[in-house]
């Protein structure tokens, strides 16, 4: 029941409660610990925190925005199913933007980019035993970190704000695939970064970044109830 896993959230109450449960909400469903269909009650999450309905109600329309929520009048609050759409247009937007990132950071890298790069490599191989939930973070900081080192930061923040629903199917891919194959892709952009070739840096980041494409079927054959039907 999603009662317990938002019992596992604590909020900070000397801080705008309302962004912390729009994350805290957001983080939960985008790692598939409140599963689409479920049904949430603004009353139950706001008895919970010991806030009014107010903060719960504006989190609820910010995340129905994002295409996470459904607001049924009448009926209640639904966690959405994943919208493969969706997932296929940041996943677009993505490689349309980073392609560019890589190549800026391959065509003249920042000053100790390389070896940040080469911990977080380091980093992400140590991970891999603990699985998704300690991989997917690591892997957002590899690609925010391109995009800083490129000079556009807001890039980062753009692409965050378009990928929700991907990250829904990152989260079921991690926990179908290895995730070895990711850090050799990771590998492969930083190989191409430290020789100054963005032409190859730029064919690294796609062909990363289309990996999902082809695992797509595979994750829907499997959490098939969890997608919209086309």
Known sequence: MYQDTIRTVELDL?????PQITAALRRLIVHNSILP?????EAEISQHFGVSRQPVREAFIK???EGLLEIRPQRGTFVQKVSLEAVLDARFVREAV???IAKLCAAVPRPGLLRELRDQLDAQRASLAKGGDAFVPLDDLFHRTLAEAAGHPNAWMVIEGLKSQLDRVRHFATAQFPLEHLVEQHAAIVDA??????????DAMRFHLKRILSDLPAIREKFGDYFELR
Do not use: F, Y
Request: proline share 4%; glycine share 12%.
């Open 63 to 65: 995340l129905a925005e």
């Open 98 to 100: 980073e392609a560019d």
């Open 14 to 18: 000397t801080m705008a409660v309302g």
């Open 193 to 202: 970064i430290e020789m100054r070739d963005p032409g190859a840096a730029e």
């Open 37 to 41: 269909g479920q049904r949430l009650s």
